[in-house]
């Protein structure tokens, strides 16, 4: 018998049958392409006019500055462009699966318990038949224990050298597979994640599938909801365009990338560059240059197959930023890619749109300082009649903005992406520093679960950079020099005041974003978490102690639950909470931690709850429950994982 010729593949030809991304019509991918041709035409004959026709002798620098900045992202557009030229360019899913081994690999340093619990729980239980390994780099007794319970192996290293790379490494070592799935510590996969990924690996000169990576914690720092919405529904999230467009795009030109997480690896293919490379802290981007430098082919597989935590504060997103600009500024100097003729002219393009993205945000630094310098010196950049030139600037900036906005298929919003560009500005400036120059940067692991509140039952806001805070004072200065300007009471006056009202324009413009990002990073809504693990929205039935509750949201840890207010529970008591699952009861001993009045009117009760310690076997069938779907694009629930049961009016499902 084959080895997938078993019991356990109960529904393998429906999950390699469902598509992975329905392709875009064509009518739809030539008009966004006319648009962006359209935007870069009009926009190289504008840069022509403005280098040989609107200089400003008096004030060079200032106008060399600001074309250079204007050139930048005309190129950024370019590279946008060949990025997003074909986002349909994935080969189809091979219609059989390899007869090849493979082993889930769940790195961990830090992370605790309940962040890892469904991790583990869900990679456990995915088909085929595979090895599920913790690598544990902080050597702890209860991870052992707990990787033990869910059925997974445990294995720990001597040392700690080289962080995640070298802890894969030593892993790999030990292991005699063809295939490895590596799982960030909380990344939640899908049923279907290796049923739908390994049949890529038939091609023998397959190195590596990629997935996208997307998160259950849809109210994090990096996710824009719509506050009016009873369920906060998400409206926007920072990383979408890059991992369901730009990561799809470079199927085309054979450049898809390892993205630390959500992949499977062909062990050949990393034992043919040395293994994982462990000299920056992106090994996952480096290592694949170095196997495409050996003529090794990648996938990407747009799919949402696993689905972990995002940066839930402003401290963790800039620091994840702050490595991510790191690593590629150190692959930039150590790998060269955008001039090694080892790799093909298609992926250097491809890197090169990666890499110096990161630089966008010197662009944006030279476009929130030059209006200040224009209000403060009186001096203009653009020596051109005013009403031509606007003209030409707002059609220009119009159609690229256009270009961006359909190529990233309507991905990109321009105010939340400017907040959140600004909420990174100075992670990434230091970061392009530290990794171009800096030799030695240590591996900073990004914090996940409950946060260090202080000591105290409040939650911690996050602190303002100090370049925020300074731009944001320079601009109220340079606003109220120019009002006092303009009235004659400074010793400045513009000779061009069409320049200094555009000035303060973009002044009060940035101004009014710098003020929004600074409101976002300051908001209790993203400070410090308290809770153990992540909590989603539910309307499930349940009891406490033998009396009917709704349950109004549920995590690993806890829940939260309405009852009739005749029924109420003291505080600090335990109490049982049971919960239909699809497999059977689930109780759950709990702590009553508050009791308050309930918002659905008189006579009910909203009542906290913390489970108690120990319960690890009802926790994994409650994470399989909350986590575990065949497939998430649509956020549907397995049929045959242990799923929560609804209430009868089932208004919201429980899982992302």
């Not at 480096?286 to 990648?298: D, L």
């Not at 950049?381 to 119009?398: C, G, Q, Y």
């Not at 309930?598 to 994994?620: C, H, K, S, T």
Request: charged content about 20%.
């Amino acid at each position: 018998m084959d080895r997938y010729d078993t019991p356990q593949v109960t529904h393998l030809n429906a999950v390699m049958a469902a598509p992975a991304r329905p392709p875009e019509p064509a009518g739809r991918t030539w008009s966004i392409r006319a648009s962006a041709l359209l935007g870069l035409g009009f926009g190289l004959s504008y840069l022509i006019w403005r280098a040989t026709s609107t200089l400003h002798p008096e004030a060079m620098t200032l106008s060399i500055v600001l074309l250079l900045l204007e050139v930048h992202a005309w190129l950024g557009l370019a590279l946008f462009t060949f990025s997003l030229w074909d986002v349909d360019g994935a080969p189809p899913v091979p219609g059989q699966l390899p007869d090849l081994s493979v082993a889930v690999l769940i790195p961990t340093y830090n992370e605790p318990a309940e962040v890892l619990l469904p991790t583990i729980a869900a990679a456990v239980a995915l088909e085929p038949s595979h090895r599920t390994l913790v690598l544990d780099d902080g050597n702890r007794p209860e991870i052992a224990r707990l990787a033990g319970r869910l059925g997974a192996e445990y294995l720990t290293r001597p040392d700690h050298v080289h962080a995640k790379a070298g802890n894969l490494n030593h892993a790999l070592e030990q292991l005699d597979v063809d295939l490895v799935a590596i799982l960030d510590a909380d990344h939640v996969a899908a049923p279907g994640f290796l049923l739908r990924t390994m049949p890529y690996f038939v091609d023998e000169g397959l190195a590596l599938v990629q997935t996208p990576q997307d998160f259950y914690n849809e109210d994090s720092f990096e996710h824009v909801t719509d506050r009016r919405s009873p369920r906060a529904q998400p409206l926007f999230s920072e990383q979408s365009v890059f991992y369901r467009e730009i990561q799809p795009g470079k199927n085309r030109w054979g450049a898809a990338f390892w993205c630390g997480t959500g992949a499977v690896v062909r062990t050949s293919a990393l034992a043919s560059v040395g293994g994982v490379t462990t000299t920056s802290v992106t090994e996952d981007v480096q290592t694949t240059i170095r196997m495409h430098r050996r003529g090794w082919r990648t996938v990407y597989h747009d799919e949402v197959l696993a689905r972990g935590l995002a940066a839930s504060t402003s401290q963790q997103y800039a620091l994840q930023r702050h490595r991510w600009c790191t690593g590629a500024m150190q692959v930039l100097r150590q790998e060269l890619p955008l001039t090694d003729r080892r790799l093909t002219l298609p992926q250097r393009l491809a890197y090169a749109a990666t890499f110096l993205g990161w630089f966008d945000a010197v662009r944006l630094l030279g476009l929130l300082v030059l209006p200040l310098a224009v209000l403060a010196t009186g001096a203009s950049p653009i020596m051109a009649p005013l009403p031509l030139f606007l003209v030409l600037f707002v059609t220009s900036l119009a159609l690229q903005q256009t270009a961006l906005w359909r190529l990233a298929r309507g991905r990109i919003r321009p105010v939340p992406t400017a907040v959140f560009d600004l909420s990174r500005l100075q992670a990434t400036l230091r970061a392009i520093i530290t990794g171009l120059f800096e030799r030695d940067v240590p591996f900073e692991v990004t914090p996940k679960g409950r946060g260090d509140t202080g000591g105290g039952d409040g939650r911690t806001r996050m602190p303002i950079p100090r370049l925020l805070t300074a731009l944001a004072v320079g601009h109220a200065l340079a606003l109220a020099w120019y009002a006092a300007s303009s009235a004659g009471l400074t010793p400045l006056s513009y000779p061009i005041p069409g320049v200094a009202h555009g000035a303060a324009f973009w002044t009060t413009v940035n101004g009014g974003l710098l003020l929004a990002a600074i409101a976002r990073m300051r908001s209790d809504r993203f400070a410090d978490e308290r809770r153990a693990s992540h909590r989603f929205p539910t309307n499930v039935r349940g009891t406490l102690d033998g009396h009917a509750v709704t349950v109004d949201d549920l995590s690993l840890t806890g829940a939260q639950v309405t009852l009739d207010a005749a029924f109420t529970p003291a505080e600090g008591v335990e109490a049982h909470l049971h919960l239909q699952l699809a497999d059977g009861v689930a109780t759950f001993a709990s702590e009553v931690r508050s009791v308050r009045d309930a918002p659905g009117g008189p006579g009910l009760v909203r009542v906290g709850l913390a489970f108690n310690p120990g319960q690890l076997d009802e926790q994994a069938r409650l994470a399989l429950g909350l986590f575990h779907a065949p497939s998430l694009e649509d956020g549907a629930m397995s049929a045959t994982a242990p799923a929560v049961r609804q209430a009868p009016d089932d208004r919201q499902r429980v899982a992302s």
